[in-house]
């Protein structure tokens, strides 16, 4: 008989170890699970996330519980496996009692190798990898959910990728977008033109070569992902060109560490001109978390407002902009490449730096249609699919 | 006569001191002002900043210009005024001429205290300091930019504001905000209510009384600012709770920079619960920038996701929030006061922690409205209505 268990969320968890053995430390509870790993987990941290209806609302799955509500020291004074596996504790406040499904446990196991496990691997590339971003059937990622997360694993991954087959229409690129989560309205809109015009709010809609470049770095939040679509391409030039700027910083950290100090500390300052909006923002070029980690690049060349740094960093900061610049422009960093009408390039527009070369439209226009969503909405995308397939899998095995 | 002058940008700016006198010295250009002031400008500086019609897009104001197109050693062989008070550089690279209007460099001038002028003063508060948000009248603040002016500033100062009189329909609150910028759309929709409901998807739109906290800390971007907007109030209790979270984080730093230390490194985790998305973020409940001010909060009691950290850290995270938890509940910091009908509270959301008391529904509804847009469609709109004030001063003084 398989008791049910509430769990503090709406996920499904496959046991595929139980637990052998369970002690009561001073501070934590030791678990030895049936493939030999330890988990400790403290006290509080048990306590915190008992997932009973009392402490979980059963219709949200959102905490009622509060910290506050019971003492700093409060400890288990019995913890014990039940007959479904689970793991059982009872408080020291004498009142409650927590159950906690065996594979939720195994999952939240916050051992040092467990955590490693979760950090998804990002991989960086340049034009020695591949000549273009790896490619998916426009056609498969609308209709099937597999197709779908292949796709997004590799944006995930790359921070770039390509579909093709992709119906030309004004609407196609929202239906892409819409299959990871919500498309952002910017000052641009929410689905958006790319195209050479007589009166351009932006240098991207003239004929004018861009340099390479992020999207809306004028803003604070700058758009996680970039999708450009193409359902014309009869102009001359114009060609696509994607960078990679994680490696940028990797080769800067390695061959210019002081530009790299320079570029990760001082703020580069950015402003929108337009007549109607003036977003602006300050914030080093490349940006790291707190483990020195690159989280993401803000760069383009026509967004930059005048410097606004400390009279003695200006210099320092231009030397090592000047390296940056040059660096985005070596040819075995850039992937150059020529849309075909139903191409669609999504990347991670924090990350992977895109251009084109000048072109002209006298004989034949470049049309490209462009949105914007949050990388965040690509994670939750990814974690639902993952979730399902948990589900099916569940269901598949008759549990 | 008054030369016409190119600038970079589509703003204006009011000439109030003249340049007296200009000095090429190595490495950057001296001016002396009217006033006596000193500004200095590195030579790359001024070069990078050429607004001439080949350096910057007449059209969009963005640069043309890049860095790599000079050498970097680049440095002025003249330097002057002109007739019209600019400041005329020629180049060593012979072929170019640089015009700076005297104003737009005395605004862009970065001495250091320059710099410290441009930072807009923030002001934390308490229940000592007001009972109720600074209150404007949202006709006004809908009607005239003059209204609208005083009540951004506000909210850029404090944080928390508060309007009456803002007409009771379900889209009210939609205008409000859009007086500000875009909406930003979420899982919750563009605009959304506030109210129990039978089959919740949250802890809001329950009964349950809501510790203070931000929306959304589950995103990695939390949204800048919320708007709440009270279209009925006729439940017992839910009433309305504000807490400058930058305050408590002072008293953190004052009281217990051990626990300071701790939150402003250690990410807590967060995650939404539900059947649809599963975003989730970890971040340091207090976000501080490179000068160690702090710039934002993420706290969000039912939101939280089962800690994820080192296992030595465990403890003093636990430790850390706990006293974060005491101190929100403090009489002295929390704001408490009930809705009226066309009350609506705009707040910045990663700084002011909102939250209400328990409530009963059965004699009577209490029901919100709300949206969300960022903090730097503030500033824009702060920015352009500035901008528009110097725009009619120059045009009054008929220059």
Chains 1, 2 share one sequence.
Not at 6 to 33: H, K, M, N, R
Not at 99 to 123: G, K, M, P, S, T
Not at 271 to 296: C, H
Request: glycine letters at 6%; hydrophobic letters at 40%.
């Amino acid at each position: 008989m398989v008791e049910e268990v509430t769990t503090p969320d709406f996920d499904t968890y496959i046991a595929e170890q139980s637990i052998d053995a369970v002690e009561i430390c001073p501070g934590w509870v030791e678990l030895i699970w049936s493939d030999g790993q330890i988990s400790r987990f403290h006290h509080i941290w048990l306590r915190d996330n008992c997932p009973c209806a009392d402490c979980v609302h059963q219709g949200t799955k959102e905490q009622m519980f509060e910290l506050v509500a019971v003492p700093a020291d409060i400890h288990p004074l019995r913890a014990g496996v039940t007959a479904a596996g689970s793991l059982a504790v009872n408080w020291s406040s004498g009142d409650h009692t927590s159950e906690f499904e065996a594979a939720w446990l195994r999952a939240n196991c916050y051992r040092d190798q467990a955590r490693r496990d979760r950090v998804h691997q990002q991989i960086t590339w340049d034009a020695n990898t591949w000549s273009v971003p790896p490619t998916f059937d426009g056609l498969a990622v609308l209709a099937d959910d597999a197709a779908l997360y292949e796709w997004l694993i590799a944006l995930r991954t790359y921070g770039a990728t390509r579909l093709r087959n992709v119906p030309c229409t004004d609407i196609a690129i929202g239906d892409i977008a819409g299959r990871i989560g919500i498309v952002r309205e910017t000052n641009f809109g929410v689905l958006w033109d790319v195209w050479s015009e007589p009166n351009p709010v932006t240098n991207a809609n003239t004929a004018l070569p861009l340099p390479p470049h992020v999207d809306l770095p004028t803003r604070e939040y700058q758009p996680g992902l970039q999708f450009l679509h193409c359902l014309e391409n009869e102009a001359i030039g114009g060609d696509s060109i994607l960078v990679d700027g994680f490696r940028i910083a990797e080769l800067m950290r390695d061959e210019h560490p002081e530009h790299y100090l320079t570029l990760t500390t001082v703020p580069w300052s950015w402003a929108n001109r337009a007549t109607t909006t003036d977003y602006r923002w300050r914030s080093p070029l490349i940006v790291t978390n707190g483990d020195g980690v690159v989280t993401e690049v803000r760069v383009g060349n026509w967004l930059r407002a005048p410097l606004d740094v400390p009279f003695d960093d200006v210099e320092r900061v231009y030397a090592a902009y000047r390296v940056w610049f040059e660096m985005s422009y070596r040819p075995e960093l850039q992937l150059r490449f020529r849309f075909q009408p139903g191409d669609l390039i999504a990347f991670d527009n924090r990350r992977a730096l895109h251009g084109r070369s000048e072109f002209t439209d006298v004989g034949g226009r470049r049309h490209l249609r462009g949105c914007y969503t949050e990388r965040d909405e690509l994670h939750s995308r990814l974690r639902m699919l993952e979730r399902d397939m948990r589900r099916r899998a569940v269901a598949a095995a008759g549990i």
